[in-house]
């Protein structure tokens, strides 16, 4: 089993839609992150966990919001989607280390 | 501000040759860097790191080189595979364990 998981993988929803991407873990690491890719793009981060108590915002968080539900879940929302948040989304872990663990994605498309 | 970038957007090498993919970084404070590597429709998979006190690491296959002084960061992959045809990118810890990403590199393996 995938120590990262994302669901759903793809999803396709209209601009003003409110839309949930859900991200587990079973790595025991405390530090989650999420993170939006588009074509030509590197990762740019979006929010960040460091503890169930802790939540930070990265470098594009406007039009998003989080919820860290427990140490190996952490929820990113698109309260009203719009059709520049069409990216791939992609979810990651890490523990006191630096190396991040990524998910396997999710493909969001907003029309 | 300060950035992280890649020198090519593509590379194309023969099967069985030598890779070298180049990355340069902007910030001079950066302790930390990573390589990772995505292939199409996953998640990056992390592939080797270095600190800033190092100058060359070696893995299974791949060979991180860091230039201080040229702020300047490369990865060798040896011997190169069709299964390393992939997005590579180099990433750099800034604070906070927020990794900032270049844009990546598509490495193409010729037969």
């Known amino acids: 089993d995938a120590d990262v998981t994302q669901t759903p993988r793809n999803r396709i929803t209209k601009t003003g839609k409110r839309i949930m991407l859900e991200c587990s873990q079973t790595?025991?690491?405390?530090?989650m992150y999420w993170y939006r890719q588009d074509p030509g793009l590197g990762l740019r981060l979006i929010y960040y966990?460091?503890?169930?108590?802790?939540?930070n915002k990265g470098e594009i968080s406007d039009g998003y919001s989080v919820s860290r539900q427990a140490q190996a879940k952490f929820s990113l929302s698109l309260e009203s989607a719009i059709p520049n948040q069409t990216a791939l989304y992609f979810c990651?872990?890490?523990?006191?280390?630096?190396?991040?663990?990524f998910g396997p994605g999710t493909r969001l498309t907003v029309l | 501000g300060e950035s992280v970038g890649l020198h090519l957007p593509t590379l194309s090498v023969q099967e069985g040759d030598n890779s070298i993919i180049n990355c340069a970084y902007s910030n001079s404070a950066s302790d930390y860097f990573i390589w990772y590597k995505q292939e199409s429709g996953k998640g990056p998979q992390f592939i080797i790191d270095i600190r800033s006190n190092m100058d060359k690491r070696q893995g299974q296959r791949v060979t991180v080189l860091l230039n201080k002084t040229v702020k300047h960061l490369s990865l060798q992959i040896a011997a190169t595979q069709p299964g390393d045809s992939a997005v590579y990118f180099c990433a750099e810890i800034q604070g906070a364990q927020k990794l900032v990403f270049g844009q990546g590199t598509r490495l193409t393996i010729n037969p």
């Open positions: 966990s460091f503890d169930v108590k802790d939540i």
């Open positions: 790595k025991g690491h405390d530090r």
């Open positions: 990651a872990t890490s523990d006191l280390m630096y190396t991040q663990y």
